[in-house]
């Protein structure tokens, strides 16, 4: 969908103490390209569709010539070239504005950080880290990170005798809501929905995008009935949750499979599996479900 032109604000960035350098770049931390540094070092950069863009981003989201970065050596800026679809800072829209050390810019479907100051390449290598384990878009953990703590997991519960369940959970109808907002409104309601969730488990808990519009958490030392409960609560925070974006409220709901560890399981995808034939029983019985 179009942007509409009276939602156009300048975004104030959030403060830091770290100095703006030469050094500054732009780290892709979700979409094409993961991981790819961009340093900032010319007086302007642009950043579009376009392949004369000095930074290419081949999205049909994307116009061919959609933002500009601006280096005076002592601030970079950000700004708007009148692009179809938004320039987004820490999920606000942009018109014009100081970058600042850690702001998300959000072109088209993908996602880069921006990093200065200080030393470049320390940040830049730390940022990578993060992202074997952190999902770009929704912050939570990543595929690869969940199975390596649900194989812990599962080995501390056999060793100690403890339980473990887990929830296995996506948005109903989810094509729908791209079909009809467009993906960018699903990239917002993913992340909206993983700020909501992950408001509202413990700090243990393990909460992570499986893939797609699929997310995992691993609850610790839970057993059924809380687990369930759990499920639910989840399940009803997602559909009472409201996910605004550009002026339209998009309904969502969620299916929740919940499952338990027991001896039988041999290892995670066993687990995985079990708890997937529930998510699948709760799409059958009518979506917006529970079943474990």
Do not use: C, W
Request: charged share 30%.
């Amino acid at each position: 969908m179009g942007r509409k032109s009276k939602t156009v604000v300048t975004v104030i960035s959030k403060i830091t103490d770290k100095p703006v350098s030469n050094e500054a770049a732009l780290v892709v931390i979700y979409g094409q390209d993961l991981g790819r540094k961009f340093n900032l070092d010319k007086p302007k950069i642009i950043i579009g569709r376009s392949s004369k863009s000095d930074i290419q981003v081949d999205q049909e989201s994307v116009s061919r010539s959609h933002a500009k970065v601006s280096n005076n050596g002592e601030i970079i800026n950000l700004e708007d070239m009148g692009s179809t679809n938004g320039t987004y800072v820490n999920d606000g829209l942009l018109k014009k504005g100081m970058l600042r050390d850690g702001d998300l810019v959000k072109i088209g479907r993908t996602i880069f950080k921006f990093l200065s100051g200080g030393n470049i390449e320390n940040d830049y290598h730390e940022e990578i880290y993060r992202l074997t384990t952190i999902d770009g878009l929704t912050q939570t953990y990543n595929k690869r990170y969940f199975m390596e703590n649900l194989d812990r997991e599962i080995s501390r519960a056999q060793r100690y005798g403890r339980e473990l369940s887990l929830l296995l959970f996506d948005l109903d109808h989810f094509k729908q809501v791209n079909d009809t907002y467009g993906h960018l409104a699903g990239d917002h309601v993913l992340k909206q929905l993983s700020e909501a969730v992950r408001r509202n488990i413990r700090r243990e808990d393990i909460f992570a995008r499986y893939g797609g519009e699929e997310f995992a958490i691993i609850l610790p030392e839970i057993g059924n009935p809380r687990a369930l409960v759990m499920g639910e609560k989840i399940r009803a925070i997602v559909e009472e949750h409201s996910f605004v974006f550009d002026e339209n409220d998009i309904k969502v709901t969620i299916s929740v499979g919940v499952a338990t560890y027991d001896q039988s399981l041999d290892e995670g995808e066993d687990f995985i599996k079990l708890a997937d034939k529930h998510l699948y029983e709760a799409k059958n019985a009518g979506r917006n479900k529970s079943v474990g």
